[in-house]
Nanobody, 122 residues
Framework: QVHLVESGGGLVQAGGSLRLSCAAS????????MGWFRQAPGKEREFVAG????????TYADSVKGRFTISRDNAKNTVNLQMNSLKPEDTAVYYC???????????????WGQGTQVTVSS
């Protein structure tokens, strides 16, 4: 069992930055690949970024590549998402998730956080 809690969301102007964090409970955090997903109003939840258990390999959606960076600290049981050059279209609820693979598919993730709202104003 893994309990995930996101933080760091908020309101930011276009071009600004935010850093999201996800704190995980349990002693097996390093056993899980982690991912970030987002869901905008009226849209389906979509993949944003993923990171393998060791943190050595990361993957990104094309829409955020070059602007967002996913990282993890296995000693602190946290995964972060640094978001730079934010755009209004990045507005969404952001979720972290734990799974066996750093996949872009939601079904590959077993545990989900409650989400944190990110709003980017133009």
């Amino acid at each position: 069992q893994v309990h995930l809690v996101e933080s760091g969301g908020g309101l930011v102007q276009a071009g600004g930055s935010l850093r999201l964090s996800c704190a995980a409970s349990g002693r097996t955090f390093s056993s899980w690949a982690m991912g970030w997903f987002r869901q905008a109003p009226g849209k389906e939840r979509e993949f944003v970024a993923g990171i393998i258990r060791s943190g050595g390999i990361t993957t990104y959606a094309d829409s955020v590549k070059g602007r967002f960076t996913i990282s993890r600290d296995n000693a602190k049981n946290t995964v972060n998402l640094q978001m730079n050059s934010l755009k209004p279209e990045d507005t969404a609820v952001y979720y972290c998730a734990a799974g066996q693979y750093a996949s872009s598919r939601q079904n590959d993730y077993n545990y989900w956080g409650q989400g944190t709202q990110v709003t980017v104003s133009s």
